[in-house]
């Protein structure tokens, strides 16, 4: 085997774990962010909306946070290496459910899996692809 060769593998190989590791974190904050949020009725948790480059606008007439993470799923693993992914939520009282309006979440279902997400990347990098 040839050098090149050899470092043309490693390349491949480390590619593969980082893209492992992004698609992996991706997938535990947005799955925890739509588990979190607070259910009445289900349409906030439904409404959780995922893409690439942008976000799928505007509410959708669902009740399933089910349907949501397929969403999500789908768009993770549509999702190419250097491009964004895009989450976000229709619901006009999303914000007040973020900022404790909600007896059952009153931490909110964002920021505090956002603050999981590096200690998640960093599991996701040593499990490999």
């Keep these: 085997m040839s050098f090149a060769r050899d470092v043309d593998r490693f390349v491949k190989k480390t590619e593969k774990r980082i893209e492992h590791a992004h ?12 588990d979190d949020t607070p259910q009445d009725t289900g349409f906030a948790a439904a409404n959780w909306r995922s893409g690439v480059g942008n976000a799928p606008d505007g509410p959708v007439d669902r009740t399933s946070a089910a349907e949501a993470k397929a969403e999500a799923l789908a768009a993770i693993a549509a999702w190419p290496m250097g491009t964004r992914l895009e ?43």
Excluded at 99 to 110: K, Q, T, W
């Design 23 to 34: 698609k992996s974190a991706a997938t535990k904050l947005i799955t925890d962010v739509i």
């Design 87 to 129: 989450f976000a939520n229709a619901a006009p009282y999303i914000l007040s459910l973020e900022f404790g309006s909600s007896n059952h979440r009153p931490a909110g279902m964002v920021r505090r899996n956002v603050k999981q997400f590096s200690r998640n990347v960093k599991r996701a990098a040593k499990r490999g692809a």
